[in-house]
T-cell receptor
Framework: AQSVSQHNHHVILSEAASLELGCNYSYGGTVNLFWYVQYPGQHLQLLLK??????LVKGIKGFEAEFIKSKFSFNLRKPSVQWSDTAEYFCAVNAGTDKIIFGKGTRLHILP | KAGVTQTPRYLIKTRGQQVTLSCSPI?????VSWYQQTPGQGLQFLFE???????NKGNFPGRFSGRQFSNSRSEMNVSTLELGDSALYLCASSSSYSPPDTQYFGPGTRLTVL
């Protein structure tokens, strides 16, 4: 069965630190990949997505993600985090079906 | 454009009761998906509707059902509620379902089962 793994359940960083959140999926075929973010008290919203083309995808608020097919990974990165990046981040994958599978999420807490 | 709306925002029910949740998608979106969000399991896919037809279903018991109307509004129903059904139920709409594109989420309905 298809699955999405987010290795870090809870990450704590200081402002200006660099961020990388891991996401791995299990499927050997063509995938569409997403990162969503849920800020405290707000709706889930799309950060970025990858369908095809350049495997380095840039999203909103300075986030980017790199699709590495050989590693079945789609890690989210940001060079310098801000306190306002405190949120829960979800990786999601559409893998050969018409439904999107979400990871369990990573809670990111940025210390001011 | 107005976003995805869900009603009610909060519900408290007791075991054995049933509940109906409603979702109005973004205007023009014909795909509506439902998710259950809990702290331990994250977002779990319930089902997806497109043009009044259920296109996909997650691994939930038959107590969970849904439907979509001709105006794309969707409802989900949970019968014979159990304590474990307490969760945030999220609705998301999308302009297409195959392949699935960006999902726009509503604020959710917080269901508490006592």
């Amino acid at each position: 069965a298809q699955s999405v793994s987010q290795h870090n359940h809870h990450v704590i960083l200081s402002e200006a630190a660099s961020l990388e959140l891991g996401c791995n999926y299990s499927y050997g075929g063509t995938v569409n990949l997403f990162w969503y973010v849920q800020y405290p008290g707000q709706h889930l919203q799309l950060l970025l997505k990858y369908f095809s083309g350049d495997p380095l995808v840039k999203g909103i608020k300075g986030f980017e993600a790199e699709f590495i097919k050989s590693k079945f990974s789609f890690n989210l990165r940001k060079p310098s985090v801000q306190w306002s990046d405190t949120a829960e981040y979800f990786c999601a994958v559409n893998a050969g079906t018409d439904k999107i599978i979400f990871g369990k999420g990573t809670r990111l807490h940025i210390l001011p | 454009k107005a976003g995805v709306t869900q009603t009610p925002r909060y519900l408290i029910k007791t075991r054995g009761q049933q509940v109906t949740l409603s979702c109005s998608p973004i205007s023009g979106h014909r795909s509506v998906s439902w998710y259950q969000q809990t702290p331990g399991q994250g977002l779990q896919f319930l089902f997806e509707y497109f043009s009044e037809t259920q296109r996909n279903k997650g691994n939930f018991p038959g107590r969970f059902s849904g439907r979509q109307f001709s105006n794309s509004r969707s409802e989900m129903n949970v019968s014979t509620l159990e304590l474990g059904d307490s969760a945030l139920y999220l609705c998301a709409s999308s302009s297409s379902y195959s392949p699935p594109d960006t999902q726009y989420f509503g604020p959710g309905t917080r269901l508490t089962v006592l």
